[in-house]
Nanobody, 115 residues
Framework: QVQLVESGGGLVQAGGSLRLSCAPS????????IDWYRQAPGKQRELVAR???????DYADSVKGRFTISRDNAKKTVYLQMNSLKPEDTAVYYC?????????WGQGTQVTVSS
C-alpha cells in the first residue's frame, strides 16, 4: 500500500509562483514514477507532469517552460514548481502513481490563480 499526501496549494496572482509537494508513504520502494494531474471545474482530469525513477521528466504542452517536476530522494518527496502561473492553471492538483495496475491518488490540493 502507498499513500500520497499533497501540500502547497493556495491563491496566487497571475504571474506568480507556487510549489506543490507530494510525500509518498508506505511501500515507497514499489514506486517507479510519480505524476501530477489537475482537474479544473467541469473539465476532465489531465496529466501535467511526470517523473520516473531514472529521473526523466515529461510535461503537458500547456505547462512546458513554466512548471518543473523534481524529487528529493532524501526527503522522499516530489515537487512541482509552478512559475508564471495563469488563471487557466486554476484547478485541484493531484499526486498519482501506478503500481501493479493499481492507481494511487492523493487527496488533492487547490491552486487558484487570480487575474
Amino acid at each position: 500500500q502507498v499513500q500520497l499526501v499533497e501540500s502547497g496549494g493556495g491563491l496566487v496572482q497571475a504571474g506568480g509562483s507556487l510549489r506543490l509537494s507530494c510525500a509518498p508513504s508506505g511501500s515507497t520502494f514499489t514506486i517507479s514514477s510519480i505524476d501530477w494531474y489537475r482537474q479544473a471545474p467541469g473539465k476532465q482530469r489531465e496529466l501535467v507532469a511526470r517523473i520516473v525513477s531514472g529521473g526523466s521528466t515529461d510535461y503537458a504542452d500547456s505547462v512546458k517552460g513554466r512548471f518543473t517536476i523534481s524529487r528529493d530522494n532524501a526527503k522522499k518527496t516530489v515537487y512541482l514548481q509552478m512559475n508564471s502561473l495563469k488563471p487557466e492553471d486554476t484547478a485541484v492538483y493531484y499526486c498519482h502513481t501506478l503500481i501493479r495496475y493499481q492507481n494511487y491518488w492523493g487527496q488533492g490540493t487547490q491552486v487558484t490563480v487570480s487575474s
